[in-house]
């Protein structure tokens, strides 16, 4: 008994310590991780490499599927005075501050805790992700989708809200007293739970495939939009498209050496509000010329050749789903993350249905795949050399979690690995590291150069890569792992985004691949 009393003792001496540890710790640095945090997970689902940093760390050495500790004789976790599970997978935010390896103490790993943010901070960063610079496109998109562009761009907030709430209950299960434990990580994690046992990995490397394809693309989309921003500022200068986009890339070399995003995350809140100063700045424009609007030109018949392509490219700004697993899981009241969803994409929603709206009803016709191309002269100019300068310090990031994931992939993985480290025993970078980058660069180069075309890059993107991320998978996820807990509408809701994705997501493809296989031969034969 006495033996039981002092245990019990020891055990709440040492959680209140490593409370007052924790909470001195995040005064000092919670300011600063926060602000990485965010910096991180800044533009179009760019959280990628704050995602997979965090996930790789979850599986390689914290050992975050261990709810509860293997107990020992005397220890009395039963009676409610032990381990309650990891915060980290608390829904309510209840329990200790920390996980515990499976010899029962705190792991070494979990000493320097990862400060929590709020659910504002989580807000920011999803709004970041899904109303970033490729906003831009979506007053092309009504030019061929008219109303029904405008509904779409409703619809996709409201099933991507849905599709991301829904990604999120298949982190958890429940446990044996009915409460909700976190036993997944991240998306990957969830993947390869719906094909395990037969194909335990084969969902994570599906999952990989679609990240790196986004993020890949992302970089060119980058490239791309500068190229052209550059040519429509200065159309009188001698240089073309393509000259601007190669110029653009050598400024971008540079990033072939990064090893960390530090020396670029300083720029990142300062671009991201840059970019919402040019929204209001062309919303303004367009205002001022409200007594031209064009209304007779919003159609509710659609150009059927063109319009897949308006789809991929909305779908396309609203993909936030493969970091939120990561951003949940970090959140200090978990519970809040379906409030923070809806009240992020209701704004989006807002936001962006206004914006392409009134920028289509000022120019009708005559709108460009880059809405800034239609402003006069003057103005344009300032607007899109900004804008070029945002694509260019925003570049690193998808560039970065792009490189990440391959490396981890093909270089880090142990005995699996295909190839040999890219790093030293020193931490320098290896000649194959370095070429592997600089090669990563020069595709984004080549392609941008081939197939100049915003539109159709962001379309092919959003349907292939953004539609199965944000619908397709999701509800296919969803089913599988919770299948029997559904009731009949959610089952309903599911199998509707599921079949209405495909759709999508085919008819969109087809239409872009089209598009860009022409633009290729044109630029081949020119």
């Known amino acids: 008994m006495a033996t039981l009393i002092r245990s019990k003792l020891s055990n709440k001496l040492s959680n209140a310590a490593t409370t007052v540890t924790n909470k001195s710790q995040a005064k000092v640095s919670g300011m600063f991780a ?13 959280g990628f490499a704050a995602c997979d940093d965090l996930d790789y760390d979850h599986r390689q050495g914290m050992q975050m599927d261990i709810l509860t500790t293997d107990d020992k004789p005397g220890e009395g976790v039963g009676d409610g005075d032990g381990l309650e599970g990891d915060s980290h997978y608390q829904r309510d935010g209840t329990g200790p501050s920390r996980s515990a390896s499976k010899d029962g103490g705190p792991t070494d790993e979990l000493a320097e805790v990862r400060p929590k943010i709020t659910a ?5 960063n999803v709004t970041n992700a899904i109303q970033g610079m490729f906003v831009l496109g979506l007053p092309y998109a009504i030019l061929h989708g008219g109303y029904l562009g405008l509904f779409l761009i409703i619809f996709a907030a409201v099933v991507c809200c849905y599709t991301g709430k829904i990604l999120i209950s298949c982190l ?73 986009a190669i110029i653009a890339t050598a400024a971008l070399l540079p990033c072939a050496f990064l090893k960390n995003l530090k020396a670029v995350s300083k720029f990142s809140l300062l671009c ?10 062309v919303i303004a424009y367009c205002l001022s010329r409200a007594r031209v609007w064009a209304w007779d030109k919003v159609k509710f018949y659609i150009d059927v050749k063109k319009f897949p392509i308006s789809i991929g490219i909305i779908v396309f700004s609203y993909t936030s789903q493969i970091f939120l697993p990561s951003l949940e899981g970090n959140m200090q009241k978990p519970s809040e993350f379906h409030c923070m969803m809806n009240w992020t994409h209701i704004a989006a929603c807002i936001l962006k ?8 009803l000022t120019w009708a016709d005559a709108t460009k795949e880059v809405i800034t191309d239609n402003l006069p002269p003057g103005i344009r100019a300032v607007v899109n050399i900004f804008l070029v300068a945002k694509a260019l310090l925003s570049y690193p990031l998808p560039f970065f979690a792009a490189v990440e994931v391959l490396e981890k992939s093909f270089f880090q993985e142990g005995s699996r690995a295909f190839f040999p480290d890219c790093y030293g025993g020193d931490g320098r970078l290896k000649s194959w590291g370095l070429t592997l980058r600089c090669s990563l660069v020069v595709f984004t180069l080549l392609m941008a150069i081939y197939v100049p075309h915003f539109a159709l890059l962001m379309g092919l993107t959003g349907s292939l890569t ?61």
Not at 495 to 523: D, M
């Open 172 to 244: 958890y299960e429940e446990d044996e007293d009915g409460r909700l434990v976190r036993v997944r990580d991240s998306y990957v994690d969830i993947a390869n739970a719906c094909c395990a046992p037969r194909f335990p990995t084969l969902g994570g490397h599906i999952v990989n495939v679609a990240q790196i394809i986004e993020l890949v693309m992302t970089c060119i989309l980058y490239v791309v939009v500068s190229g052209n921003l550059m040519y429509n500022s200065f159309p009188n200068m001698p240089i073309s498209q393509k000259s601007w």
């Open 34 to 46: 926060r602000m990485g945090f965010q910096a991180a997970t800044d533009e179009e689902a760019l």
């Open 466 to 526: 953004g539609a199965g991320l944000c619908f397709l998978l999701p509800s296919l996820f969803h089913l599988k792992l919770l299948w029997r807990k559904l009731q009949w509408h959610q089952v309903f809701f599911d199998v509707a985004i599921f079949v209405i994705g495909g759709i999508c997501s085919i008819s969109g493809f087809i239409h872009s691949t089209e598009g860009l296989i022409e633009a290729f031969r044109y630029n081949i034969e020119e």
């Open 353 to 360: 249905g206004l914006f392409a709206l009134v920028a289509y």
């Open 272 to 281: 991201t509000l840059a970019h919402f100063v040019i929204n209001i700045l």
């Open 120 to 124: 504002w901070e989580a807000g920011w």
